[in-house]
């Protein structure tokens, strides 16, 4: 008779993701969170358009290889431009060769972030898939990308006004801004569990608590804290 060891099963981590548009306050607010929790070791994880680890690193490279062929082949979309204005195109507008590669990248950073989550702990994300889900692009493949996108436990959408965004950001694009939040608070993997924080009238301290307190109701694994209130 063949005996095996008895092992509890093991719990899975609490997904906590942060989005907003560039100068929102994501990774200023995953840093204090992070912190504020370090007694339950919380993982973070940046989960944007470039990461830091060597798949990231080789995607970078077959990225500007398939940004030179594009610029250098003058293929049909972008012949009408110049080089200056093509070059801006494809970083407005990726290929969809650059975006199955960012696919690949982005769910790799995703399920290795999960395995390193110790039993039950908390995973922080910074970003999370924002570039897909804050994207309205009618291609077939990004539309495939944006169903993909897994769903977290908890979001948080930061916004701010174009004044705050403009002191922290040189160049902000309102109705981009606008066009971003409607798509993230509409995605399947996010609709009816994000929670608004506008970083622009709540302070920074403050920002952290509430996403804290938010967390706290998740489990009595988190200790509560104390909230500021608008």
Known sequence: MIRLPLTAPRRRALTVAF??????????????VAKTLAHLAPVQQ??????????????????????????????????????????????????????ALYLVGLYHRYT????????????????????LVGADD????????????PTPDLAFLLTADEQTLRARRDAVDVAR???????????????????????GRVPEAAVAELAIQTISRRGDFVTTTSCARR
Request: hydrophobic share 40%; with cysteine; glycine share 8%.
């Open 112 to 131: 290795a972030t999960l395995d390193r989550a110790r039993d039950g702990g908390i995973v922080l994300f910074d970003r999370f898939f924002c570039d």
């Open 19 to 32: 989005l907003g548009m560039d100068g929102a306050g994501k990774s200023t607010t995953v840093r204090n």
């Open 177 to 199: 801004v606008a066009e971003f939040e409607r798509c993230c608070l509409s995605h399947p993997a996010l609709r009816g569990r994000t929670t608004v924080i506008d970083t």
């Open 138 to 149: 009618p291609r077939p493949l990004p539309r495939l990308a944006t169903k993909l996108v």
């Open 46 to 99: 940046y989960l944007g358009w470039r990461g830091d680890g060597a798949v990231d690193r080789a995607y970078l490279k077959i990225v500007k290889a398939i940004r030179m062929g594009v610029l250098i082949n003058h293929r049909r979309h972008v012949r009408e431009l110049d080089f200056e204005q093509r070059l801006e195109y494809l970083r407005a507008r990726p290929t969809q060769a650059e975006l």
